[in-house]
């Protein structure tokens, strides 16, 4: 039996927990697997598809430009996204991206070549990975919220981490995807091959969609409806009353950063002519280092629930910035076993700090009326840098054995910043539901009440 809940909150089923965890398992692994998809095309195929007439790096640049775009569209999504879930409802609004990322990621596949449509591909290459932006910036904040509203009190971190848990798997399984097309010969990968991981994320969307239709909505999400204290205009009112935790959520996400760099500007520097590694083995190291992460950050999450969210999301920001430099050094000396270690201390140890805690710390940084409008606009924010960052590191990336140094500092700026961000915002490991989201500033201290209340 679950322990009671504590006064004025809402109690909860381990069953229903656990369920919601697997939901948000699913469909975080589903857009994530489409956007990392996405990414790895960017890094190693689209700048001979849709960029021929762009030759060497100016290709690359293009093609990772594309990959950024993508982040151009999250805010919006964020906003949009975000006020319908604090107003119908968390799991209309999943699955509606569900199916959004999925469309557009089995389109992405079906697109024509520069050479048979000309500059209309890249154009339409543009609009569908726009449209799988949008989905993303509603994806993860819904799932959270979610989550978080189901979880039991002192457990919060850990089934909420579950979402960005199926982040790494969703990345592993792009991997695989590409690790298998990429032993086809080039002629064949660069016509039809790379087509095939687009198209595979219609079985996932298919198992995604099934175990979502069976979500319930939160009991704390359903009584604050059921009392009328929704808000009219969620976006408004969070604005408005927590603007200092919307933006400290944006620094915060600044960490993602490191993500989209040892995702996507990493495979493109190891496998360019500088470096000069294979894409077989780039492929394994980044599955290696998710793997081990699969693990690694539900412990984490474990031990946030014990000691506190800040401590274990600040010590891996500062993590992340120190091994950022072993990592990028490894790959410049193309030597393997180096590379696995740095793989494994940056993603598997450091950045799962992160993954493990802030699905939990945003969310409890904000009250259930705006709890998805809040996390939504304040991550996707922060993100939109985070999309550029390759096409940054790539321009900024120098010459010779230590050109590489300007990426890490890039890098290690980025994991400063969420770090000090962090260490402004209050911790909550303690904090009941009833209680979290009341502002630090005594003048806000009534959350839904701004104008945009009913």
Not at 190 to 210: E, H, K, L, Q, T
Not at 427 to 453: D, F, I
Request: with cysteine; glycine share 10%; charged share 10%.
């Amino acid at each position: 039996m679950p322990p009671p809940a504590p006064a004025g909150e809402a109690t909860w089923n381990e069953a229903k927990a656990r369920h919601a965890a697997r939901a948000s398992f699913l469909g975080s692994m589903l857009e994530y697997y489409d956007f990392y998809v996405y990414g790895s095309a960017a890094a190693l195929i689209f700048n001979d598809v849709f960029f021929t007439r762009a030759h060497g790096a100016i290709g690359t640049l293009a093609s990772l430009a594309t990959f950024g775009v993508g982040y151009v569209a999250r805010p919006v999504g964020g906003m949009v996204l975000g006020h319908f879930g604090d107003r119908v409802g968390r799991k209309k609004v999943m699955l509606f991206t569900l199916v959004l990322m999925g469309a557009s990621t089995f389109l992405i596949g079906c697109l024509p070549s520069y050479r048979s449509m000309g500059i209309l591909a890249p154009v339409l290459l543009v609009l569908l990975r726009l449209a799988q932006g949008f989905s993303a910036g509603g994806e993860q904040a819904g799932a959270n919220s979610l989550t978080l509203e189901h979880a039991p009190p002192h457990r919060r971190a850990f089934y909420t981490s579950w979402t960005l848990t199926g982040t790494q798997a969703g990345f592993i399984l792009a991997s695989l995807m590409f690790l298998a097309v990429s032993t086809l010969p080039d002629r064949q990968l660069f016509a039809w091959g790379w087509r095939i991981p687009f198209w595979a994320s219609a079985v996932v969307v298919v198992v995604a969609y099934w175990v979502r239709r069976r979500l319930e909505e939160p009991q704390e999400f359903r009584q604050k409806m059921e009392h009328d204290r929704t808000a009219r205009l969620p976006g408004v009112a969070v604005l408005r009353s927590q603007p200092r935790d919307v933006l400290r959520v944006a620094l915060c996400q600044f960490n993602s950063v490191g993500g989209s760099i040892f995702s996507v500007f990493a495979l493109a520097y190891a496998t360019g002519d500088t470096v000069g590694l294979s894409r077989t083995t780039m492929l394994w190291v980044a599955i290696f280092a998710n793997a081990f992460a699969l693990v690694s950050q539900p412990l984490l999450a474990l031990l946030a629930d014990r000691i506190g969210r800040k401590p274990v999301f600040i010590g891996g920001a500062l993590g992340f910035a120190v091994t950022m430099f072993l990592y990028l050094h490894a790959l410049s000396t193309a030597n393997i076993p180096y590379i696995y270690i740095a793989a494994f201390l940056v993603t598997s140890c450091f950045f799962s700090c992160l993954n493990a805690t802030w699905p939990s710390m945003y969310g409890e940084w904000f009250s259930t009326p705006v709890r998805y409008s809040g996390t939504a606009i304040g991550t996707q924010v922060g993100v939109g840098f985070a999309g550029f960052a390759p096409t940054i590191a790539y321009a900024i990336l120098g010459d010779g054995p230590g050109g590489w140094i300007p990426v890490a500092v890039l890098v290690a700026v980025a994991m400063g910043i969420a770090a000090v961000s962090c260490a402004t915002g209050r911790e909550t490991y303690r904090t009941p539901m009833s209680e979290l989201g009341k502002p630090m500033e005594p003048a806000a201290a009534h959350v839904p009440q701004p104008s945009g209340t009913r």
